[in-house]
């Protein structure tokens, strides 16, 4: 993809200029902090996930001059997201790039960046993300999980697709059994369109599509593509109901035991990853749906008035429990 190949051009352009001012950036084994950085994406480099932990790695060796450095860990080895997650928590690994609504096990509250059409587009999310609401949500959940959060971005929209029909109202769900993530507001989220979902690993979703267990996924463009469902799904609906909110997390005590300029070079390389990758995830969001296409799905833009307004029974159920009203109207509010 051109805007790929324009992202890594630039990080490569970031490691030459490190040359050229004397900065050396060693291997891994080189580097005197080494950690361990868990994801689930491949190890490809037109993954996001692939792409966010490479950018990471080359910043945090250039800003800590080679003191410290990443040992990669892609495609889930190290466990799925949540168990991943509670690794991080506990300090066996260090680092993860995971979307909030799998880690919010551990603090509910961030649970309301996967309020239905709560972001409008990647701009306002990122306004959000990048506030001091951001900032709060980032540090309540540091508090109360022990993870932190060192910086988020809006990386792709959750757009429905299925083997079927074409989806383009709610009840076009009554009769199809969706895969999701099992995240409470996600499950609530399905049943206010009158959905039957269930919720399966992520590495069992492409056998499950395929025999038929399940007849379609909601999920991001790049985790779709990622799990090259375009082979066994035929329509896929625009629909953006809900935002995927990816965050570079870390064991909070392991960081705070860090030096305080490596300190220093981790926050800045993970501010600076994901300065480059809001931009990046919003052009490759819509390029995929360019390429989803080509591979022979029909893709629709229903009209979303009919799901926006099926929604509201799920902010009465959670508003109060995700922060309250006040904070989701300032949200809101924020993105005017």
Known sequence: ??????????IMGVILIAGLVGI???????????MKFAHNSPPKPDMLYTA??????????????GEADTQIFPSSQLGKDSIAAKKVQLGSVQMQTVVTNNISRFDRRIDVYTLPFLFKNFRSAAKVLNSDIGKTIA??????????????????FRKMANSKHPILKPSDLGDLRMRIAKNPVMVETYKSFGGSTIGMAPTEVFSALAQKVVDGQDGGTTWQWSMKFYEVQKYMSVTNHQLTVCVITINDKYFSGLPKNIQKGVQKAATDS????????????KELVGKFEAKGLKIDYPDLKPFVDAVKPVYKKFGEKLGGMTLINKILDMQK
């Open 1 to 10: 993809m051109r805007h790929l190949k324009k992202g890594f051009t630039m």
């Open 24 to 34: 050396t950036v060693p291997r891994a084994e080189a580097a005197k902090y080494v």
């Open 52 to 65: 966010a932990a490479t950018t990471f790695q080359n910043y945090l060796r250039i800003y800590t001059a």
């Open 139 to 156: 540090e309540n959940y540091r508090k109360k999980s022990g993870i932190r959060i060192l910086s988020s971005w809006p990386c792709s």
């Open 274 to 285: 994901t300065a480059w990758l809001t931009s990046y995830s919003e052009t490759l969001d």
